[in-house]
């Protein structure tokens, strides 16, 4: 089955530096999609990139997919404090049934 | 607009009880997905329903384990004869129809701890 593995696991920064983070899966899928995570909260949806798309933007984050690796990063430019969470990339295949294949996560920890 | 609410946010019980996870979603979604995380982990595809419809039960277990959504009132996830396996936190998640490209709406989840 597939399945999204993020790389690094953990990340610590510096305010006001970027974070990267990585997302690799394994089979073909409609669309890619980042969520973040607060300790002991539910997931907040991010962004959402379709398969027949590159890359995308919203706000501070950027969105790269390449279907070819099938792969795609998460790019946090100029980070805040308030941007340590837990974040996770997850897939929807193509069989249409809404169900999402989430990775594993990486912990991002922004320093003040 | 209220989100995905779940309810309770905590639960405790011993093995062998049985686990009621109720989750009411948001307004206008007929849709609703379950999850389930364990500690620094991701978050694993239970099961998605319809109203009174079960969809895909794919990552379901096999034994005690069931979820319904009735035509009227919440989405339940229910665990029978709980064991220690079972602790985690169960998430759900809601769509207001299914489509390619809907993301998910998620509440904070109910974590449960079996004693």
């Known amino acids: 089955s597939q399945q999204g593995e993020e790389d690094p696991q953990a990340l610590s920064i510096q305010e006001g530096e970027n974070a990267t983070m990585n997302c690799s899966y394994k089979t073909s899928i409609n669309n890619l999609q980042w969520y973040r995570q607060n300790s002991g909260r539910g997931l907040v949806h991010l962004i959402l990139i379709r398969s027949n798309e590159r890359e995308k933007h919203s706000g501070r984050l950027r969105v790269t997919l390449d279907t070819s690796k099938k792969s795609s990063s998460l790019l946090i430019t100029a980070s805040r404090a308030a941007d340590t969470a837990s974040y996770f990339c997850?897939?929807?295949?193509?069989?249409?049934?809404?169900?999402?294949?989430f990775g594993q996560g990486t912990t991002l920890q922004v320093k003040p | 607009n209220a989100g995905v609410m779940q309810n309770p946010r905590h639960l405790v019980r011993r093995r062998g009880q049985e686990a009621r996870l109720r989750c009411s979603p948001m307004?206008?979604?007929?849709?609703v997905y379950w999850y389930r995380q364990l500690p620094e982990e991701g978050l694993k595809f239970m099961v998605y329903?319809?109203?009174?419809?079960?969809?895909?039960e794919s990552g379901m277990p096999k034994e005690r384990f069931s979820a319904e959504f009735p035509k009227e009132g919440p989405s339940i996830l229910r665990i029978q004869q709980v064991v220690r396996g079972d602790s985690a936190a169960y998430f759900c998640a809601s769509s207001p129809y299914r489509d390619n490209d809907q993301p998910q709406h998620f509440g904070d989840g109910t974590r449960l701890s079996i004693l």
């Open positions: 329903l319809q109203k009174e419809n079960i969809i895909d």
């Open positions: 307004k206008g979604h007929s849709h």
């Open positions: 997850a897939t929807e295949g193509s069989s249409n049934t809404g169900k999402l294949i």
